[in-house]
């Protein structure tokens, strides 16, 4: 039989302890990662969970003032507004709807540039140069390249950076002008609700269906102005066949288009979400319903 000394005993025993605390540490370092991977999950998921019932719920609202807006027009009620704002009430859901005629709205690939260069400025913030040189980068990129030699080519005089290469062609959604030299995404967050891309566009806008944002850009970048002609066509007896004095009529179209931007909020799990949908109430949809929609955009929180 063979006999241990205490000291090798207490060193056998203290190798023994250290295995075992390691042990232990593996295991709550993963009972750690474990459970943070389910908290992570169940964040996941209720996030996920958000963004179905806010979609649900601003798509039907959506649906629902299309609705409105098509029996108003059956039943010819000349004072129903073409921009307007409706509230529903869906499941447990507030949802409030905005719809935008996009004859109010500013096309990015046929304003004129003087048009976008106010755009940048008063509205995106641009330095007044600044705003000029990106409103020609944008005619630039955006017409298409002739190669007849008997055609007279437009030059911007726009300087590309080495190795870049515009489309020479029309911008397909709004995020391509971040495509574009001098964009960025600061000043496509402020001018994205005053802007537009559409299969049927024009070069001035309606000011009796504009938003603020875009009446700001006409008037040189003045946002009490522009709220103020905005709360002055609400009025009643107000001409909307006149644009007041202080809007330059050089940007200023009489159109009617039946193309709407549908903007749907609604507020779940303590966030308010947006849903924006891009409308054609003169076509039929694949679902049988009389309008269509040519732009869904993911819904993003406010």
């Known amino acids: 039989m063979i006999s241990r000394c205490p000291r090798e005993m207490q060193r056998q025993r203290g190798v023994t302890l250290a295995v075992m605390l390691w042990f232990l ?24 969970r958000e963004r179905a019932e806010s979609i649900a719920a601003a798509d039907g609202a959506i649906q629902m003032a299309l609705l409105e807006r098509q029996l108003a027009q059956q039943q010819m009620l000349e004072d129903q507004p073409r921009n307007f704002t409706a509230t529903y009430r869906l499941g447990s859901h507030n949802v409030e709807v905005m719809a935008t005629p996009l004859d109010g709205l500013i ?12 755009l940048f400025a008063g509205v995106g913030g641009m330095a007044p140069e600044a705003a000029n040189l990106l409103a020609q980068s944008v005619v630039e990129w955006r017409t298409p390249r002739t ?11 726009v300087v590309w950076p080495s190795g870049y290469q515009p489309r020479y ?4 959604i709004l995020e391509d002008l971040l495509l574009i030299p001098g964009m960025n995404r600061a000043v496509m967050d402020r001018i994205r609700d005053a802007v ?23 008037v040189g970048g003045d946002a009490a102005l522009a709220q103020q002609i905005v709360q002055s066509r609400g009025e009643q007896g107000a001409d909307l ?33 947006l849903r924006r949908r891009w409308a054609d109430t003169s076509a039929s949809g694949q679902d049988g319903l009389p309008w269509s929609f040519f732009r869904s955009e993911p819904v993003r929180v406010l």
Not at 107 to 118: C, D, I, K
Not at 147 to 157: D, E, F, K, L, V
Not at 169 to 172: E, F, I, N
């Open 241 to 273: 066949g006149l644009p007041p004095a202080d809007l330059s009529g050089e940007f200023l179209l009489a159109t009617s288009s039946t193309l709407y931007r549908m903007d749907a909020v609604v507020r779940v799990g303590g966030k308010k979400y």
């Open 169 to 172: 062609g029309r911008l397909r």
């Open 196 to 218: 537009y891309v559409a299969p049927q566009e024009a070069t001035g806008v309606n000011w009796s269906t504009a938003p603020a944002s875009v009446l700001q850009a006409i």
């Open 25 to 48: 540490a593996a295991l709550a370092l993963l009972a750690a990662g474990i459970s943070y991977q389910a908290r992570v999950d169940i964040k996941l998921a209720q996030l996920q």
């Open 107 to 118: 096309s990015v690939n046929v304003a004129p540039p003087e048009l976008l260069a106010l």
């Open 147 to 157: 190669y007849n030699p008997g055609a007279i080519q437009a030059n911007t005089g």
